[in-house]
């Protein structure tokens, strides 16, 4: 017999025609459902006449989080209930009937704002350093969402007039990429952009040249000096940057200086011109030792020797040269060095023996003569 006989003939089960949407359920507080809901495909049960004139608006589509574990980054695969508007009519199918879903954590953090500019400035026209109110936005969303946030932007647009810029906009959170990320909260959602503009005409690059003072501590030498920034733009009467070339910085006293210094020190413009971005200069002075060779005659000593014996070696001294920072190598003296033979496991009579050395440290051996010597041992 089909299934359905027994039924009155009244009763029919037909596919809905169309698809419900899944609506988003309530969620606890401080989190947010993630997963795409979509919607599903709904069969009906009901009477002739009644269910197939049913609309979207007669359904309801949900999901049951009640087995959802908070905060767990594994999705979970959630029941989707369906409901009528009309008693009479009850749902038999739906399809898919889960949805993978999580309950993600809600999470804030404060990020700066930077201005970004849409296009340039009118001609003959160059934008200075702005100021952003506020300069600090609230960014607030999933957990994950947050923190792919590398940046904020507020984008604004010159138009053609010649006067200082003073916008709106809204900052926009993006990723890595520059790419914006959807689904979180900027608080405020608008802050205001002040782009003072200048006269190209009276601008000028130049780069930063470093000044120092004194000489290094003996032993040592300048291996590089390098200035942030490289350079800079200086703004003032065209005649007097024509005859500009560089923009010193002040002087750097390196006077006895042993390491690497790392100084901050302002830059020197000469009467009628200003940074376009007032900055100091930051100059790195690497410093390091020199290298060099230093010779030693160091007495061979014997270890190792059996009690009733006595040893000597020939020669007895061996000549080395050894290498390092010429601080280190001045400072050097006979007993910090040691040059050894092992007489373990010899009895009286004479054979080669390699001589051990023991160096100061930051030196390195270059040579040693003889390497080996005779090693002589007489009992007592």
Same mark, same amino acid.
């Given at each position: 017999?089909?299934?359905?006989?027994?039924?009155?003939?009244?009763?029919?089960?037909?596919?809905?025609?169309?698809?419900?949407?899944?609506?988003?359920?309530?969620?606890?507080?401080?989190?947010?459902?993630?997963?795409?809901?979509?919607?599903?495909?709904?069969?009906?049960?009901?009477?002739?006449?009644?269910?197939?004139?049913?609309?979207?608006?007669?359904?309801?589509?949900?999901?049951?989080?009640?087995?959802?574990?908070?905060?767990?980054?594994?999705?979970?695969?959630?029941?989707?209930?369906?409901?009528?508007?009309?008693?009479?009519?009850?749902?038999?199918?739906?399809?898919?009937?889960?949805?993978?879903?999580?309950?993600?954590?809600?999470?804030?953090? #404060?990020?700066?704002?930077?201005?970004?500019?849409?296009?340039?400035?009118?001609?003959?026209?160059?934008?200075?350093?702005?100021?952003?109110?506020?300069?600090?936005?609230?960014?607030?969303?999933?957990?994950?969402?947050?923190?792919?946030?590398?940046?904020?932007?507020?984008?604004?647009?010159?138009?053609?007039? #010649?006067?200082?810029?003073?916008?709106?906009?809204?900052?926009?959170?993006?990723?890595?990429?520059?790419?914006?990320?959807?689904?979180?909260?900027?608080?405020?959602?608008?802050?205001?952009?002040?782009?003072?503009?200048?006269?190209?005409?009276?601008?000028?690059?130049?780069?930063?040249?470093?000044?120092?003072?004194?000489?290094?501590?003996?032993?040592?030498?300048?291996?590089?000096?390098?200035?942030?920034?490289?350079?800079?733009?200086?703004?003032?009467?065209?005649?007097?940057?024509?005859?500009?070339?560089?923009?010193?910085?002040?002087?750097?006293?390196?006077?006895?200086?042993?390491?690497?210094?790392?100084?901050?020190?302002?830059?020197?413009?000469?009467?009628?011109?200003?940074?376009?971005?007032?900055?100091?200069?930051?100059?790195?002075?690497?410093?390091?030792?020199?290298?060099?060779?230093?010779?030693?005659?160091?007495?061979?000593?014997?270890?190792?020797?059996?009690?009733?014996?006595?040893?000597?070696?020939?020669?007895?001294?061996?000549?080395?040269?050894?290498?390092?920072?010429?601080?280190?190598?001045?400072?050097?003296?006979?007993?910090?060095?040691?040059?050894?033979?092992?007489?373990?496991?010899?009895?009286?009579?004479?054979?080669?023996?390699?001589?051990?050395?023991?160096?100061?440290?930051?030196?390195?051996?270059?040579?040693?003569?003889?390497?080996?010597?005779?090693?002589?041992?007489?009992?007592?």
């Amino acid at each position: 017999m089909r299934a359905g006989a027994m039924r009155p003939s009244w009763q029919i089960v037909v596919p809905f025609d169309g698809r419900v949407p899944v609506e988003k359920p309530a969620v606890p507080n401080g989190y947010v459902l993630r997963g795409n809901l979509g919607d599903v495909a709904v069969t009906l049960r009901g009477p002739e006449g009644v269910v197939d004139r049913l609309s979207v608006a007669d359904l309801r589509a949900t999901l049951d989080i009640t087995g959802i574990d908070p905060g767990s980054p594994e999705p979970h695969d959630a029941k989707v209930f369906v409901v009528t508007a009309n008693d009479a009519v009850k749902v038999v199918d739906v399809s898919p009937g889960t949805v993978s879903v999580r309950l993600e954590r809600i999470t804030s953090r #404060t990020v700066a704002v930077q201005v970004k500019f849409a296009n340039s400035p009118p001609q003959g026209l160059q934008p200075a350093t702005g100021s952003i109110s506020p300069t600090e936005v609230k960014i607030t969303g999933p957990e994950s969402s947050v923190a792919l946030v590398a940046a904020v932007f507020a984008t604004v647009r010159f138009g053609d007039v #010649t006067t200082d810029l003073t916008q709106s906009a809204p900052p926009v959170p993006v990723d890595a990429n520059g790419l914006p990320i959807d689904g979180l909260q900027v608080e405020p959602g608008v802050v205001v952009i002040s782009v003072p503009l200048l006269p190209t005409a009276t601008t000028r690059t130049l780069p930063v040249l470093w000044n120092l003072r004194g000489n290094v501590a003996t032993g040592y030498w300048i291996s590089r000096v390098t200035t942030d920034p490289v350079a800079v733009t200086v703004r003032g009467e065209q005649s007097v940057l024509a005859a500009m070339e560089r923009v010193e910085t002040a002087a750097v006293d390196v006077s006895g200086l042993t390491q690497t210094r790392i100084a901050r020190v302002p830059l020197l413009l000469p009467d009628g011109v200003s940074m376009l971005e007032p900055v100091d200069a930051t100059v790195t002075v690497t410093v390091v030792p020199l290298a060099g060779t230093r010779p030693f005659t160091i007495a061979v000593q014997v270890q190792n020797l059996a009690a009733g014996l006595d040893a000597t070696t020939d020669p007895s001294t061996v000549a080395i040269v050894v290498a390092g920072p010429a601080p280190t190598l001045a400072a050097l003296a006979v007993d910090q060095f040691a040059a050894t033979v092992d007489a373990s496991g010899r009895g009286a009579g004479s054979s080669p023996a390699d001589v051990a050395l023991r160096l100061p440290q930051l030196v390195t051996l270059q040579s040693v003569t003889p390497a080996r010597v005779t090693l002589t041992i007489k009992g007592r």
